[in-house]
Every structure is written in C-alpha cells, then in structure tokens.
C-alpha cells in the first residue's frame, strides 16, 4: 500500500506477532505484558462522564476547511492539508481542538486506510500533535479512536507504525495507563478488528480506486488486523499482563478480570467465526499468511481450551503440515505456531499421515536450505527435535533422515557467512544432541552404542568428513572416498557424490572450509566428552584416509586438507588447553603411521604434515609420539644427528625444500651451537663432494642453499623467541667453501651466484646473519668490483671507458690487469645476480671504503650508459649498434638494480659514505661534460645534466648538501674556468692561445650549467642560496624574500658564462639575464656589483673597443657583435640591469661618475678605458636621458647639471681640438678615433618602431649643442676642400653627420644642407650600385643556365656576400640621417616654427632622388632573390640570408619603402621593368613577401606595396587578365561575362599556388611553417583587394567566382587550429568578460579590427617573428576579413561542419566577436543605401536586427522581412513575406525565395544583394522573361540578365545556368524543348 509491491517489501521491523510487536515499544525494569503495559491505575471514570455533559463547541473555521480537505482523493491535497491542520493544532487553545475530535476521529478512521503510506504517516504526525494539546480531553472520545489507533501501530510500513507508536505513546506517557486504555476500550478494538476482517477489495472505499490499489489496500488492512488482533491477545490474556506487587485494588482487579473475559470471549468467536483463521493461511499474500500463523499461535497460548478435538484434527494437517511455506517472511512465525502447537497439543501427530504431512514437507524444506530463512529456522530444529513425538515417527531413520537432508541444503545454505555460521553451528548441535539422545531412537539399552557409532559413520565420516576433503582436495571429481562404503549398515547415508560442477559450488569461499573443520572438531571435542571410544573411529578413518592419500599421485591436491586441519586442531588445543586429544588421539598416532612412508618418497607432502604438526605442537612432542618414548637432550641430539639430519639432507629432491623446513623447526635454542656445527659439517664434509667448485656436487651445493636462504627466512622468528639477537651463524667451514668458490674457474650457473648470495647474505636490510667473516666479504666484493670494471671497459662508447679509467686509476686498483673475455655478458649477469642477492651486505662493510664506492659507482656509469643507449640509438651506426644491442639486456638489468639501490640502500649506506660517493660522481660527470664524445653535443649534455639531478635527488639531503656537490662540480680544472678564477672577485684571463684550445670544452661546460639552471634555478646554481627552511625539497626554487646571502654565492660563476656569451643550445642572452636580474631584485644588490666588478676589471685589463654602432642604444642582438669577452659581457650586463630595473638612475650616476674616475688619473688618459667607454655610455645615456630633461626643465640643482653635462662639454672641447677628419692620416693619434666615438655615444638617437620613425634621444644643453655644431661645421669646412677616402674618414663623418642632424639641424644653414644632402645621396647611391651589380651577376649567373649547381651557387653567393661592409654602413648611416630629416622635425623652443627647412623646392629634387635610389635599392634586392628563386630555393636561400648580416640597413630601406609616396613607388617599378631583368618588381615583392628566410621589415614593406589599391591589381592579376579588364567598357565587359560565363579568371602563379594549395597538404602542415604563414599572406592580399573593390564591380565578381572555383574551404579549418576555442567558450561563450586564453583574445581583437578597417596591415606588420600568439591575431583577421567579404563562402564551409562541438564553438566566437560589428555594418550601409525608386523602401531596426522591404508596383505590393541571426553570417538570414497585395501566392513564394538567394549568395554587402533583387523585380514589371531554370531574372550570382535564347522555343537563359546544366545533365538540349541547343 504506497510502497514497493512484492512480497519481499514487507519491512523487517514490522510487528509479525504479539512478541515481536512488544519489543517495539519502551519496556521497564517490571517484565509484563505486549509493549510493556503495566497499570496501576485506570483511566479516571469521571472523563466518561464529562462527555454527557460538555458543552457543544462551534468548530474553528480555519480547522473545518483543512477538515474538509481531508476527504479529497487526491494524495497531494490530504498531505497539505494535513499539514496545515498540524500547524493549526499546534496554534489552538486544548478547547478549539476539543471541538473537532469528532470530525477528526470520522476523517483518522478513513485515513490509516489510505493507499499512500505517506498519508498515513502524515495521520498520525497530526494525530500526535492533536493528543499533545488536548491531553486529559481525549479521553470522552477514545471509544471510536482507540480501534484505528491500535490497528494502525501494526501498519505494514515501519515509518507509519511508528508514527502511531508514537502518538499513543505521547498520549498515554506512562505503560500503566497504556494498558488500563487497552482493557477499557478492548470491546471496542475486537469490534473494529472484527469490521476489518469483514471487509473486501471493494468495500474499502466510497471512490473509483484503482483495482490493484483496492487488493493491495485489503492486504495491507488485513494483515495488520490479524496482527493487532494477535497482540491485543497477548497484551491481555497473558499471565504476564497481570499487575505484580502488594497492592490489591478491587476495582483494577475487576477491570482486568473484565477486559480478560472480553478478551477470550471475543476471540473465541472470532477463532470459531473465522475458522481457526485457515483461509488467511491459504492467502497468496505472504504478510497475511505471516500474521496468521501469529493469530493462530496466539489463539494456542492464550486460549487452547477452545480447540476441541475436532478442531485439533482440521488444525493438526495444516500446522504441522506447513513447512510446504516457501516464503522466508513467514518462517518465522510459521516455526513459533509449529513449535508451540506440538508442545501443547503432542498427540495432535497421531491425527496426521506423518510421513505424508509432516516428514516430506520437512526433508523438502531442508534440501532447500529453508528457501532462505537459514537463521530462523535452523536454530528451531533443535527445538524440533526436543519435542517431536518419539511414537509418532521411524526411530531408526528419522534422526539420519534428517540430518541427510539437512545437509544436502548446504549449498543454498551458506549464501552468506551469518547463514553459513548458522548452519554448522545447527549441524554441531544437532548431531551433539542426536549422541546425547540416541536412547530415544533405541528401543534396547544395548543397542545405543551401536546406533551412535552409526550416526559418527554415517555423519561425522560420511557427511561431515568427505566433504571437508572433497573442498579441500580442491574438487576432484574423480576422488574415491576410501572405504567410504566399508562397514555400512543397511540404513547408513551413502556419500553425497557430486558432478564437477556441484562439487566446485560447495566451496563457496575460502570461510566454507574452514567452518568445516571447525565444525568438525567442534563434534570431536563433543565426542571426547561424551563417549571417548567413538572418538577411535574417527581416527581410525583419520589415519586410513590420510595413508591412503600420501600414497596416491595426485596426493599433493589434498594434502592442503589434513595441513589446514591439524592447524585447526592447534588452534582448537590452544584455546581448550586442558583438551589433549588432539595429538595424543589424533596427530600422533597418524604421523606414526605416515613417518613410515616418507623414507620411501620423495613427496614433499608427507614431510609437510610433519612439519606443520612441529611448528604447532613443537618438536619434542612430535618427536617423542614419532619414537613413542620421552628423550632427553642428548638422546635427541644423537637421534637429530644420526637419522634427522642424513635423511633431511641426503640429496638434492623435490622434498628438499621442505625437509630443510623441518630440520630448522627441530633445532632447539639449549642445543643449537651443537646442531648447526653438525649441519655444516655434514654438508662441507660430506663423502660425495669436494671443496673445488667444479667437482663440487651441484645437489650439496643446492641443499645448502636452500639451508641458509631457510635460515635467513626464519631468523626473525627464531631472534623473536629466543629473545637473543646475537645468533652466531658463522662457520669458518663456510668461509673456506666460499673463497674456493669465488677464486675458482668462473662459474655462470644461477645456482652458484644463488649460493654465494646466501652465505653472504644482504637480500634486505632486516637480514643481519653472518655466515662468513668480514674478510671473505671483502675477498668477494672485490671480485665483483673487477667483473664490473671489466664489462664497462669493453663498452663501444669512449665516454664509459674514459670514466671507468678514471675510477679505476683514483684507488689502490690501479695495478689490475682487466682483460675481456669471450664470456663477457654471462659473467656481467652473474655479477649482477650476486649484487642484487646480497646488496645490504654492502652494509657490513665500511661504506666509505673503496670497494664499496667503486662498485657503487659502477653501477651508475653502466645505468648511464643504458640511459645513453636509450636516448641516441639514433645516432649509433651499424656495427655499434650490434654491439650495443649484446649489452644492452645487461644494461637494463643494471638500471632495474639501480632503481632498488637509490629507492632501498642509499639511506643505508649513511652520510659519509652518500658525500664520497657523491664526489666520485659529481666528478665522473665533470670529466664527461668535457668530451668529445662524437654524439650529438647538445643531447649529450642534457644526458650529463639528468645525471648530476639524479645525483642531488639520491644523495642529498638538505640544500647544504647539495651547493657542496655543486662546488665540488664546479671547481677549478684544467680547462674551468677559461675567463674567471674560481672564486676571484677580479677578472683575470688566460693566454689567447690556450683559452682558444680550451673554449670547446669550456663551452661544453656552460652549457652544462645553463642546463642546470634551467632545471633547479639560478638561485641555486649560482648565486647559492640556501633558504630558512634547509629540509625543504630539493626540487624547488627559492626566489623569494628569505634569500640570504650564502658562502656558496658565485658570482664569478655569473661573469664566466656571460663571457662564454654563446655554447651549443643556449646563450647568455637567453638564459642567464633573466633569472639573473629576478634574483637581484628579490633582494640580493650585492651579487649584482659583484658580477659587475668582475666584468669591469676584466674589460679594463683588455681594454678593446666594442665595434657596436654607437648611433643609438644598442639592442642585445647588436651586442652579440662585440668580439671581446669581458667588454660584450659588460655591456650586455648593464642593460640587462637597466632595463629590468634592477639599477636606477642614482646607481647610472654612480657608475658615470666611476667610469670618469678611471678614465683620467690626474693629466693621463686611461686608454683602455677610453675604449670601453663608448660602449658603455651607449648604456647609460638612455637611463641617464631623464636627468638630462630634468637639466633642461630646471628640475635638477646646477650641481647635478655640471655633474652630467660638464664632462661631456670637456669631451666636445677636446674633439673639436683634434685636426679635421680629412686630414687624418694613417697611424695619427690611436685614441683620436675613441674621443670622436665617445662623442657619438653621449648623443645617440632614438629608434621607434623598427625605424619607422628616429629622433633625437636625449636633451641637449645649448651648449653642448653649440659645441657639436662647431665640431660639425669644421669636417664641413674641411670637407669641401680636401677629400679623405679613408673608410675610418668616412664612418666618423657619418656618424657625426647623423648627431648633428639630430640635435643641431636648428643652426644649419643652405651649406649645411648641401653639405648634409650631398654627402647622404652619395652613400646611399655607392650602396645601389653595389647591391645593383650583385643583381645583375645573380641573373646572368641564372638565366644562362651553363653551370653546374653548386657552381651557379657559388658565383650567386659571392656576388651578394659583403665583402667590404664600409659601403653599406655608410648607406646604414645615411639612412637613418635621411629619415630624421623626413620626420617631424620639431624645434626644443618653444618659441620657433616648426617649419621643415628641407620644404623648400630647392631641396625636393635632391630628397625625391635619393628615395628613388631607395627604393632602387630595395627592388635590387628583392629582385636578386626572385631571381635565384627561380633557380631554386636553396639560391634564393643564399640571396635571403646575405640580409641578416645587415639588418640594421635594410630595416631602414623597408621604412623608407613604406612611407614613400605612389608617384615614387611608380617610377620605381617602371624603372625595374626598364632595367630588363628576368624578374619584374611584382614578381620580385612576391619574392620577399613569400621569402624562404623572412626579415620582417622588408616583407612587411613588399606586403604593403602589393596591397596597395593602386597595385592591388597588378599583384593579383595576371597581364592578360588586366588588360581584358582594363581594355573594354563596363557594358562590353558585362556582356562578355553574361555570353561567356564560362571564360575563367586567373591570378598571378606566384599567389595562385598558395591559394589553390591541396586541403590535405595544407592541414598536414605544422602551425609555424613557413609554408603555411606565405598561405595566409596569400588570403590577406585577396581579401585586402576584395574589401578595396566596390561591391558592384564586375572585376569583384569575377574574383569571387575564382574564389568559389578554386580555392578550398579547408583553409577556415586552418585558421581556427591557431584560434583555441575549446579552451574557453564552453556553456559561457556569450560573456566576453570571462577569461580566455591569449590565443583567443588575440584572435578576436584581429578579427573586430579586420572587419572595422577592412585591412590586415596591422597583424603582418607586426606578425614577425612568428610565434602562437601573432598566428592567431593573423587566423583572426583572416577570419575577420573573410566573414566581411565573402560571407556566403564562410557560411557553406561552416554548414558543412560536422562537429557539433566544434561548429558550437565557432558559432560562440563568431556571435561574441565578430557579429555585432558585421551587423552594424550592415545595417548602416543599407540605411545610407539609396536605391533611388518611388516603388521601393527599406526601413532598418537596430533593435531587432531587421530589415523591412517594401515593393509597390501599380496595384501590387509586397513587404519583405529580413531578419539577421545573432551568428550573421554564419547562419543565413531570415526572410518573411509580412504582407502581399495583389500578387499570387505562386509569384509571391517565388519572388520569396528569389530574395533569399539572391542574399545567401552575397559575397559581400546585404545592401548591393537588396539592390540587385529590386532589379530584378523591376526588369520583371518591364517584361524581361526570367530563367526558366532558375526562375529569376537577375542571376543570384553574376548578376547577368537571360540572353541566350533557345532556337526552337525561343526561351532565353542565363549563360551560367544553362552551362550548370549542361554539366550535370551530361547532354546539350534545351531544358524546355529537348531540342539539340
């Protein structure tokens, strides 16, 4: 009823009779009756009568409502309302709720009938708030209440009885009052009980139930009422019910008198009414049967005087017949009835057919393992067997009878280990009990021996034994029981046999075998008791069972039995220690018998009982019942000595093993120094074997093996309880055996190496047994030190020999003669068998010795040549790699055993033994990281690298630890430090030639290092720090602020590799600075000064000049140019500082003010820091350019201002003193040159963007600059009469040409300018016509095509290598002076015009020729490289990288490129097409655009030029194609296209062939590929001409078809692999605030940016270098540009998708970036649209995203809605036809969807796609006959008109749709007529 349906439902606490339901309710000390109901006192008599007399109470409105609702049917509604009425009661005065009692007694009573369990519980919820505030006034109206109330305490439902529980109990609080209550009102719970039991399905409800609601209710009604009715039984008619004490009150004797009265008259009509309740019990209804069988026991107890002899016959059959009850909810109750029918009514048996009734029924019940009610009924049959009738059954058979089918229910039996503990235990009471009463089933005295030998033949040995060794035989189907069948009476069980299958299904687990035995012995001890003779039969069988098993072949299967029984008899013996039996009546006579036997097999089985029954009886006893007298110590001993040990040891067999066993479990602690001696002596001196190994006997060798491996086992044991732990095992008889083994001919056996391993022992770190002495380990060790030594020797790589040379020639080994041998690997694997048997014997010895050190060591070198073997097979030629291959397996058996030594031995081997071992690699690597091993030099070392980690995380402990490792790897050595002293604060070089023999190996060195910072951290590495918190992990870094100054702090270490600048895979510049500068500003400025002072003191010793271009502050790649070590380290350093802010402007002063200490000592000039300083003011000047503004603002003190500008004045004044640049000769003044670079460096010039634009850097004081136009004006002066050719001549002028163009243009006068202008356009020019030259060789060298390849590559690298680099520097200069007169040039007055001096005309020619040879300049250079391209890529290659070495130029040549003017561009190309080279200029900007090694600057300036709308023509379109373009009307051309649609448009080869790439070869590609960015670029010249077009250009059309033609849209899938989207937009796309990768939101920023400028200029100015983040901003304006342009393109590769995932993700960011801003656009051009027509209108709204078209034509019209989705363009446009007038519904679904394709192909605008359908309607109103085949006039995509008419039918036809048609129909006929076309 409202639960889960099925007889299993019923809730196992629900009441199932009188008993039961009593221990629900709160019991006391006094013991009465059901619930504990105990009164002492009724209910007051004067509460009957308030009822006459209370006064009539009008009910509450608010309670009649909820009153009301409590008849609805609804479940719902009478939960509300019974809620409501809950919280109301709660509210009310006890008077209120008085008033309603009636009602609600009428409503509770139809309630706890309800079919919903919930409503019920809710009744009775409200039932006990209604009794908690009513109290004492319930009592006038208990009469209709109290029948329901008790019913429903045994509802079927656990939550809902309790319910009611608890309501009555808060009524009646006291168990007293309870049962007064139930005595009182008994007549009225009979009545209401009797009502129920009357009642059907259908009358038990006024509404349309369900009928299986209706049936399930009855069940629920009547299984309650019988067990209501059996409780209210016992609750009254029970003698214990009765009140106990003193008191004798006649009133309360009266009512209980009374009620019992009531009570057995009620139900003695009701059990006659009912009859005797049989029909319930024939109820399909298990909960029904179940409470009758509780009625009807009730009815026996309570009132067996009704049942008449009559009533036992009709009774009898079905009680004692009803174990055919299958329904273990019923088991128990049914046991009860059962039990207690056959103790009161025992002659009842005679009225039944026993066997027929009673015994089948049962035997069936029990072979069904009691249909599961295992621990009900199995504890009732012993119950059963007390009080079964003895007359009334077969006294022979019935107790076998039983106990057989008993246990053939075993198996459904012991389903769980509660039921399996419930079934023995039955069994061992049973058959207990069955011994104890054999008398019952004996009808002579005499015969009751013989009957209780049966039942242990026939149970014990029959039943209970063959199974047990059936399971533990591990289920031989084949076993035949021995003499199972010997000896049997006629009536005895025969064995259970089973198939395979059945036999596996009675071991159930592993418990089942041993509650077996238990049970079994359990029996055993019962018997000893009670008869001890029968005991002997038992083991009689015992024993013949257990010979006859030793001696059958599969013995072994079962003897696991007889060893697990004898271990339960230990246990049994244990825990009963009075009980001997088990070995005096058991286990001793039967190892008598089967010690007969082991001398004769090799069977370890036999010897196994043997040797079990000692480890749990002892040794002693054993052998005492195996001689069968008591012996003595000695007696013992000559008895172990003589026969014990001969037959344990005698020869190598299958039961060695075990015979060992036994021979250590007979060692006794009085006697064991005697024992042992004997073993030994036995073994070593035994008549077979000899002392040499090779005529050793292997079977003795193998014995003793076994011997000390079982002693090593055992000896925690035996130290345990000898509580001893100095157990001497030593034996010099074993010392001498051992030598003679090792120093014998070399033995490979496993055997031998197993033997060794066991005497020396060492196998874990718990084994501490000493079989020989410390020397003989020593001896052996050392041995194993020689093998592995000579095994590394014989490695193919040089490294593994080397350092094993090393380690060899570091000790007192160094005289070993090492020779190989033929049997190098077996003796390799042999030794290695030896070290992982004994390697915590290592232990033993002094760990810091060298033995153990070296053997240590050498097996990490041969770990690290597995680990080398592993990591370059790759570079292993043949013949190393079969070698490698034969040593490999060894070397993988090393690393395994290195494993086990760093995971298990090296916290063993203590601290100084982990510091020497430590050492002795750390320096093995070193010596390695200086090889020259012939692998791949970068691999190696990051090999070397892994190693010293491993060292660190193996054998250090704290950081403390491991900076002394790292000062042992990094101390000083012949070839380290090349720069540095370790350690010197001072820098100090060596002699050039030594330093450039050992700068490879230095090198190699570094690299070693860097490896090491990148992997535990500069902190660690070099600057040493240790942290606060020395135990905290090896592994991490400690940048942070508890960094303290450290002993181990290395800042030469820092200098070292800053001087090393660059090694194999790394440089200074990458990998030092960085952690470097964070360091120092986490706390440490003095390891900053400390580098920097190494550096300084290093560069003033050498004291050479930088070389860097001193123009402007030098970037870090422009440093890499300074060839001296200490000065290029300077250098770097000070920037590095300056620019991560670790120095600041007061440290930049600091270090000026130094510098000018040093540069002069009184008069003298230090030349060696006269030529540092240039380079180092080149630093300075830019941190010091914010003290030279606060000079100029008069923010600085005037100390501060002659501090900065003073010397510089001083500098001026000397230079201008020199003699003019053009009268320097050769060899005048060393360090003229250096003043002159001085001045350079203090006005350098300031460089934006790539060049794009330069300008002064600095402020200058009008001094300063009247001083520099001073020394400027005298090189003019000088200039103009005397011509110095010297390249030194011409650079310094340049350079102050430049400065002085920059700071002091102000002055300059008309010959200044000349002067400037002349000198700018003849360098320049000197540079064209070299790199023009170069051209012209790289063509003729290529379009002759005469010479070999390399030949042609050779002449083609010449010709562009630089050769003198003074011309092109001088160019570089001239550049950046011409674009600072090109800039802005703004005056530091504020005063003064910015007027360009160089505006006038007189100026412009000379400026516009030298952009043209600008310009000339770069179009030579990109012609050379398409030039060579044609040749090869690799010639084109050779052209490309001749640029690198000069970036500095052409980045200037690139930005003059593109900032110049159309008019100069023009005559460039026309003058490289004059010129007549095999390239032409676009070919030649396609040549850098797409160049195999790209500088950016120039690509960057090629893609603008050919992106250019005045080119964009010209880059695309082939000539042919242009000229057609360009040489006909616009009429001509649209008549050409509409008659010859199928006339096809080409772009030039160089573009196309990125366009058109294969979709598979592009997707292939890797992201950063060269290949794949020349595609992009090739899509962003498309789409960059596509977005210049207008959107009716034909010549757009025509690019559009291309595109739909010929490329494919694979390349979108390309451009969303750099776009992340599944990082980030997940169910959160929409929010553009939540965080996304950069990626991402690179990508989107392009992609909002492409659409706004309909450029992609931004993202390739700045795409190089290529990296992930600027591929994604170029994917993302691609993508931007391509959704702008060609939105139906996007939209078939988007609809084609068939990720959802994928498409979802797409759409997201398409929708969150890129359509707002397309829609916008959109709806803008189409409101600024003018389509120019009455009959036409369009009306946008923003809001909703729509267009409304409305078209009006004489009496027609149509308005058309256009709705744009919130992913436009991806998903197409919406299109509605809102209203239509006077058209058809034909021609309006038409003109419909001619407007939806004329927008869903729209490859550009909504406004052109709306302008053209207006078009086509109105050429439709003018009579224009449409396309039959696409139905419209217009075509959707080339907009062309129908005119090509059919000859038959004179219908006409749009060229393209006709040529479609043609295509797929395979035939040319018309489509109307059929008629050849």
């Not at 692999?1617 to 605030?1633: A, D, F, T, V």
């Amino acid at each position: 009823m409202g639960r889960t349906k099925g007889e299993a439902a019923r809730s196992k606490s629900r009441p199932s009779s009188s008993s039961e339901a009593a221990s629900l309710l709160p019991s006391s000390a006094t013991t009465v009756g059901f619930g504990g109901y105990v009164g002492s006192s009724r209910v007051d008599s004067s509460l009957a009568s308030t009822s006459d007399g209370s006064t009539f109470l009008e009910i509450d409105g608010e309670l009649a409502v909820q009153l009301k609702r409590l008849s609805r049917k609804d479940p719902t509604t009478k939960l509300k309302a019974l809620s409501s009425l809950s919280q109301l009661i709660a509210q009310k005065s006890a008077l209120e709720i008085v008033a309603i009692i009636p009602q609600w007694a009428f409503e509770y009573r139809k309630l706890l009938m309800d079919y919903s369990r919930e409503v019920r519980r809710a009744t009775n919820d409200t039932m006990t708030n209604l009794v908690t505030v009513v109290g004492r006034e319930l009592a006038p109206h208990l009469k209709p209440l109290i029948g329901p109330w008790w019913f429903s305490q045994f509802d079927s439902v656990y939550e809902v009885s309790q319910a009611a529980k608890r309501s009555f109990q808060t009524a009646f609080p006291a168990q007293e009052r309870r049962l007064d209550a139930l005595m009182l009102y008994s007549s009225e719970i009979f009545m209401y009980i009797e009502e129920n039991l009357k009642l059907t399905p259908q009358s038990l409800s006024d509404k349309a139930n369900a009928s299986d609601e209706l049936e399930e209710m009855h069940q629920q009604v009547v299984s309650s009422s019988l067990l209501a009715l059996a409780a209210i039984l016992d609750v009254i008619l029970s003698p214990h019910s009765e009140r106990s004490g003193s008191e004798n009150i006649s009133g309360e004797s009266k009512l209980a008198i009374k009620a019992r009265t009531k009570a057995a008259s009620s139900a003695e009509k009701l059990f006659s009414a009912h009859k005797y309740f049989l029909n319930f019990l024939k109820s399909p209804t298990p909960a029904i049967r179940s409470a009758a069988y509780s009625m009807i026991r009730s009815c026996i107890k309570n009132i067996p005087h009704a049942i008449s002899e009559g009533d036992m016959r009709t009774l009898a059959a079905t009680i004692l017949g009803s174990f055919q009850e299958k329904n273990p909810a019923c088991h128990s109750s049914m046991w009860d009835t059962v039990l207690l029918w056959t103790k009161t009514f025992p002659d009842s048996w005679t009225f039944v057919n026993v066997q027929k009734t009673i015994l089948s029924r049962l035997w069936n019940f029990l072979k069904n393992g009691c249909f599961g009610s295992q621990q009900v009924s199995y504890p009732a049959l012993l119950l059963f067997l007390e009080i079964v009738p003895s007359k009334a059954i077969a006294k022979d058979s019935f107790f076998l009878d039983l106990f057989q089918n008993f246990w053939e229910g075993r198996n459904l039996a012991c389903s769980s280990n509660a039921d399996r503990l419930a079934f023995f235990l039955a069994a061992e009471e049973c058959f207990l009990w069955g011994l104890r009463n054999a008398s019952r089933y004996c009808d002579e005295v005499d015969s009751v021996y013989s009957y209780q030998c049966s039942l242990v033949d026939d149970i014990l040995l029959g039943l209970l034994w063959h199974e047990y060794l059936q399971v533990s035989g591990l289920k031989n189907k084949d076993l035949a029981y021995a003499s199972c069948t010997s000896n049997r009476a006629n009536n005895s069980i025969q064995p259970i046999h089973k198939d395979s299958r059945e036999a596996m299904n009675c071991s159930h687990s592993p418990d089942y075998e041993k509650s077996l035995g238990t049970c079994i012995i359990k029996i055993l001890s019962g018997i000893n008791f009670l008869q001890r003779d029968l005991l002997l039969i038992f083991r009689s069988r015992f024993q013949a069972d257990c010979l006859d098993i030793f001696q059958k072949m599969e013995c072994s299967l079962y003897v696991e039995s007889f060893v697990n029984f004898f271990v339960l008899l230990g246990q049994h013996a244990m825990k009963r220690e009075k009980e001997t039996w088990p070995l005096f009546d058991l286990v001793g006579p039967t190892l008598k018998k089967v010690f007969s036997i082991i001398g004769t097999s090799d069977s370890p089985d036999p010897v196994t009982l043997v040797l079990v029954a000692v480890s749990i009886f002892g040794s002693r006893e054993i052998v005492r019942e195996l001689m069968g007298v008591e012996l003595g110590t000695e007696q013992f001993l000559q008895y172990f000595n003589k026969d014990i040990i001969p037959w344990c040891l005698k020869k190598f067999s299958p039961s060695t093993d075990v015979r060992v066993d036994l021979l250590l479990a007979l060692l006794l602690d009085v006697s064991f120094s005697e024992q042992w001696d004997a073993i030994v002596t036995y073994l070593v001196n035994c008549k077979d074997s000899d002392t040499s190994p090779s005529m050793m006997n292997r079977n003795h060798i193998d014995v003793f093996t076994i011997l000390m491996e079982k002693v090593r086992d055992r000896t925690a044991k035996i130290i345990h309880k000898s509580d001893s732990c100095e157990i001497d095992w030593h034996h010099e008889l074993l010392d001498s055996l051992v030598v003679s083994v090792v120093c014998s001919v070399p033995l490979f056996e496993h055997s031998i190496a197993r033997f060794l391993c066991a005497a020396i022992g060492g196998r874990s770190e718990d084994d501490k047994i000493s079989f020989v002495s410390q020397n003989t380990l020593i001896l052996v060790f050392e041995e194993v030190f020689r093998k592995l030594m000579t095994f590394m020797m014989d490695s193919p790589f040089i490294w593994v020999q080397d350092v094993c040379s090393m380690l060899l020639m570091g000790g007192s080994y160094r005289d070993w003669r090492l020779k190989s041998s033929n049997n190098l690997l077996e003796t390799a694997y042999f030794i290695l068998d030896i070290l992982n048997g004994s390697l915590f014997c290592l232990k033993i010895l002094n760990t810091e010795s060298e033995v153990v050190q070296g053997i240590l060591s050498a097996v990490f070198i041969i770990d690290w040549e597995f680990s080398w073997i592993t990591v370059s097979k790759d570079q292993l030629d043949e013949d190393e790699l079969g070698k490698m291959e034969a040593r490999f397996g060894v070397c993988d058996a090393v690393h395994a055993f290195c494993g086990k030594v760093c995971d298990q031995f090296m916290e063993s081997i203590g601290l100084n033994g982990q510091k020497s071992l430590g050492s002795v690699l750390i320096q093995l690597i070193k010596r390695l990281a200086n090889l020259n091993n012939g692998f791949d030099s970068d691999g190696f070392i990051s090999f070397c690298c892994q190693r010293v980690l491993d060292i660190f995380e193996f054998l250090c402990k704290d950081q403390v630890e491991e900076q002394k490792l790292l000062d042992q790897l990094l101390c000083e050595s012949d070839s380290w430090p090349l720069w540095i002293i370790s350690g010197a604060s001072t820098g100090a070089r060596l002699e050039t030639e030594i330093a450039s023999l050992q700068e490879s190996k230095n090198a190699n060195f570094v690299a070693l290092v860097d490896k090491l910072i990148s992997n535990i951290g500069f902190d660690r590495v070099v600057a040493g720090a240790i942290t606060t918190e020395t135990t905290s992990s090896i592994n991490s870094h400690f940048l942070d602020s508890s960094i303290n100054r450290s002993i181990y702090s290395r800042p030469w270490l820092a200098a070292e590799i800053l001087c090393t600048w660059k090694w194999l895979g790394g440089s200074a510049l990458h990998s030092l600075l960085t952690p470097l500068c964070e360091y120092i500003k986490n706390g440490d400025s003095s390891f900053s000064d400390s580098v920097f002072n190494i550096l300084l003191d290093g560069a003033l010793v050498h004291g050479y000049g930088s070389g860097l271009n001193l123009l402007w502050t030098a970037s870090f790649d422009e440093v890499e140019a300074v060839q001296e070590p200490f000065l290029r380290a300077l250098i770097s350093l000070l920037s590095a500082y300056f620019q991560n802010n670790v120095w600041g402007k007061e440290r930049a002063i600091s270090l000026f003010n130094q510098l000018l200490n040093l540069l002069c000592v009184g008069d003298t000039t230090n030349l060696n820091c006269l030529r540092i300083l240039p380079s180092v003011m080149n630093v300075l000047v830019r941190t010091l350019k914010t003290l030279f503004e606060d000079c100029a603002n008069g923010q600085s003190d005037t100390s501060s201002q002659n501090e900065l500008h003073q010397p510089i004045v001083d500098w001026l004044r000397r230079v201008a003193s020199f003699p003019p640049l053009n009268a320097w000769k050769p060899g005048d003044g060393l360090d003229m040159e250096d003043w002159f670079q001085l001045i350079v460096s203090c006005f350098p010039v300031k460089v934006i963007d790539r060049m794009h634009a330069i300008k002064a850097e600095r402020y200058a004081s009008p001094i300063e600059k009247a001083f520099l136009y001073e020394l400027f004006q005298k090189q003019r002066n000088d200039g103009l009469s005397v011509g110095n050719k010297l390249p030194l001549v011409e650079m310094l002028l340049s350079k102050l040409m430049v400065i002085a163009v920059a700071y002091c243009w102000e002055d300059f006068d008309d010959d200044d300018w000349k002067f400037v202008l002349h000198r700018l356009r003849f360098w320049i020019e000197s540079a064209v016509v070299m790199m023009e030259e170069s051209a012209e060789i790289v063509n003729d060298t290529v379009t002759s095509g005469g010479n070999d390849i390399n030949v042609t590559f050779s002449i083609i690298e010449n010709a562009v290598e630089t050769k003198d680099p003074f011309p092109i520097e001088l160019a570089r200069n001239a550049l950046v002076a011409f674009s600072l007169l090109r800039g802005p040039m703004e005056p530091e007055s504020k005063d003064s015009e910015n007027l360009n001096p160089l505006a006038d005309e007189r100026w412009e020619f000379i400026m516009d020729r030298m952009l043209e040879s600008i310009l000339r300049l770069f179009f030579s250079s990109a012609a050379a490289e398409a030039i060579a391209d044609s040749c090869c890529s690799e010639a084109s290659y050779i052209v490309a990288s001749s640029r690198v070495n000069h970036p500095q130029l052409w980045e200037l040549v690139a930005s003059c490129v593109v900032q110049s003017s159309s008019h100069a561009r023009e005559k460039a190309m026309k003058a490289m097409e004059i010129w007549g080279l095999s390239k032409g200029p676009i070919s030649s900007l396609y040549s850098l655009v797409f160049s195999c090694n790209p500088h950016p600057a120039m690509q960057y300036a090629a893609f603008v030029l050919l992106s250019n709308e005045t080119m964009a023509q010209l880059a695309l379109i082939p000539d042919t194609d242009l000229m057609l373009n360009n040489g006909i009307s616009n009429k001509e051309v649209s008549h050409n296209l509409d008659t010859t649609s199928v006339e096809i448009m080409h772009l030039r080869e160089e573009v196309s062939c990125k366009l058109q790439i294969l979709p598979g070869k592009l997707l292939q590609m890797d992201f950063l590929a060269h290949d794949r960015v020349n595609v992009f670029l090739a899509w962003c010249l498309l789409l960059s001409h596509l977005a210049s077009l207008p959107s009716s250009s034909s010549l757009r059309e025509r690019m559009i078809q291309y595109v739909q033609d010929f490329t494919n849209a694979t390349v979108l899938d390309c451009l969303f692999q750099h776009i992340p989207l599944e990082l980030c937009m997940g169910n959160n796309s929409r929010k553009k605030e939540v965080e996304i990768p950069a990626e991402v939101s690179e990508a989107a920023s392009a992609a909002v940016r492409a659409i706004t400028s309909s450029s992609v200029l931004f993202c390739v100015e700045s795409l190089w270098p290529i990296g992930p983040n600027k591929m994604a901003s170029l994917a993302g304006a691609v993508f931007g540009l391509m959704l702008h342009n060609l939105p139906a393109y996007v939209r078939g590769w988007f609809s084609e998708i068939r990720d959802r995932s994928v498409s979802s993700a797409i759409e997201s960011f398409t929708k969150a970036w890129c359509s707002p801003t397309l829609i916008s656009n959109e709806l803008s051009e189409i409101k600024k649209a003018s389509f120019a027509d009455d009959n036409f209108s369009v009306s946008v709204s923003r809001s909703a995203n729509e267009i409304v078209a409305t078209y009006t034509k004489d009496e027609t019209g149509m308005d058309l809605v256009i709705r744009l989705p919130q992913s436009y363009p991806l998903k197409p446009v919406d299109i509605d036809c809102t209203r239509s007038l006077g058209i058809s519904e034909v021609k309006r679904r038409k003109w419909l969807m001619s407007l939806m394709s004329f927008i869903r192909n729209q490859n550009g605008a909504l406004a052109e796609a709306i302008r053209i359908w207006k078009s086509n309607f109105d050429k439709e109103f003018e009579g224009v006959e449409e396309c039959p085949i696409c139905y419209s006039v217009i075509h959707t995509v080339n907009h062309s008109l129908p005119r090509l008419a059919c000859k038959t039918c004179k219908h006409k036809f749009h060229s393209a749709c006709l040529y479609k048609w043609f295509s797929t129909s395979h035939k040319s006929t018309c489509p109307l007529c059929q008629s050849p076309f």
